[in-house]
């Protein structure tokens, strides 16, 4: 078992099971978290009976790097292979605030966007979130550098591997784990209702992002298979209600097709959808994938979208590109490399 799967509790109740001190937990995730040893032997201060014991329960070995690319403006993608030899991919973007990484939850997915890369490939199983945590913890050795902002936007959705997810954010959250800021961490989801309103109550304070995509029905369906079980209306609600508990502002993502979801009216129909809910649209400039047909929205019109946003008092960004050039799209070079 990968020992990044369990959560503090569960280490200590794994230790005074086997006649062990609680503090013990604390020590070793402190080399875990704190050190990211890379041998059970590296922790010196342990004494050998507990280090036999979780050499005997527990491996540190979670992923293999297959490849990386590193970008122009410093984007890494890295292709990592499971112990059952899955693949997953994860990308570390750097930012002026610091270093951000995209976790992948799900060895493909189901959810089958016509857009995305990751759905041309079906979900085979959930990572368990000791797979999620290893992401940060591998990427953070090939940097040599911290991690301090986590998106987990990634191949799968994340409300479709639920108490994985909680899991990975509580580790990850803990000034005892990785010690990430819950601010500084995002959830983004497809529009899975029911989970959206159950993560309302969740009570870490984790960003929630909402992958839009379109403001009616009709084009949402053509992007989104997920819209014809939970409609943009039901959607909106949902995001009523989580605004309603949790008081947070929404992100909502947008990615720009051309000529299907970027006109000026679609824009001026976004902005009457959200209009009064404490939202920010972040706009994201298409990464093609060569499968779905699609096309990135012009310049131009991205511009003109934004415009539209803003002139209506619409909080929005337009997102700064990022690992373009080597394909850094969730689920793309996964994809490649099993064709």
């Known amino acids: ?20 001190k609680k503090y013990r937990a604390d020590q070793i995730w402190q080399w875990l978290y704190k050190q990211k040893v890379q041998s059970f032997d590296e922790m010196n201060n342990l004494p050998n009976e507990i280090i036999d014991l979780l050499k005997e329960n527990f491996t540190l070995q979670a992923l293999e790097l297959v490849l990386k690319h590193v970008s122009a403006d410093g984007t890494m993608k ?4 499971l112990s059952d030899g899955h693949l ?30 990751s759905g041309l490939l079906k979900k085979k199983r959930d990572l368990n979130a000791g797979e999620i945590i290893a992401q940060i913890i591998e990427t953070e050795r090939l940097l040599k550098e911290r991690i301090s902002y986590v998106v987990v936007m990634g191949i799968g959705e994340p409300f479709d591997n639920y ?26 989801t497809s529009g899975i209702v029911p989970k959206i309103k159950e993560y309302a109550h969740m009570g870490l304070q984790v960003n929630l992002a909402i992958s839009l995509h379109a403001p009616n029905n009709e ?32 992100t909502i993502e947008y990615i720009l097709i051309d ?56 909080q929005v960004t337009l ?19 099993l064709t």
Do not use: W
């Open 1 to 20: 078992m990968l020992i990044y799967n369990l959560t503090h509790e569960e280490l200590v109740q794994f230790l005074l099971d086997h006649g062990q």
């Open 78 to 81: 890295a292709l990592y292979s």
């Open 88 to 117: 997953i991919e994860s990308v570390l973007m750097k930012q002026h605030y610091g270093n951000s990484i995209c976790v992948t939850t799900q060895v493909g997915c189901n959810i089958g966007c016509s857009f995305c890369a």
């Open 163 to 188: 108490e994985n997810l909680l899991k990975f954010l509580t580790t990850i959250n803990s000034p005892k784990g990785l010690a990430i800021g819950a601010r500084h961490i995002t959830v983004s």
């Open 219 to 250: 084009i949402r369906s053509k992007l989104m298979r997920i819209n014809n079980a939970y409609p943009i209306e039901e959607v909106i609600g949902a995001i009523k209600y989580y605004l309603s508990v949790t008081k947070r502002r929404v």
């Open 259 to 314: 000529g299907l979801n970027d006109s000026k009216e679609t824009a001026i129909e976004l902005t009457q959808l959200l209009k009064g809910l404490n939202v920010y649209v972040n706009l994201i400039p298409y990464n093609e994938v060569i499968e779905s047909g699609y096309k990135r929205s012009k310049t131009e019109t991205m511009e003109a979208f934004y415009d539209t946003l803003m002139k209506a008092n619409i």
């Open 319 to 337: 997102r700064k590109e990022q690992g373009h050039d080597i394909n850094a799209a969730c689920g793309q070079l996964r994809s490649q490399h």
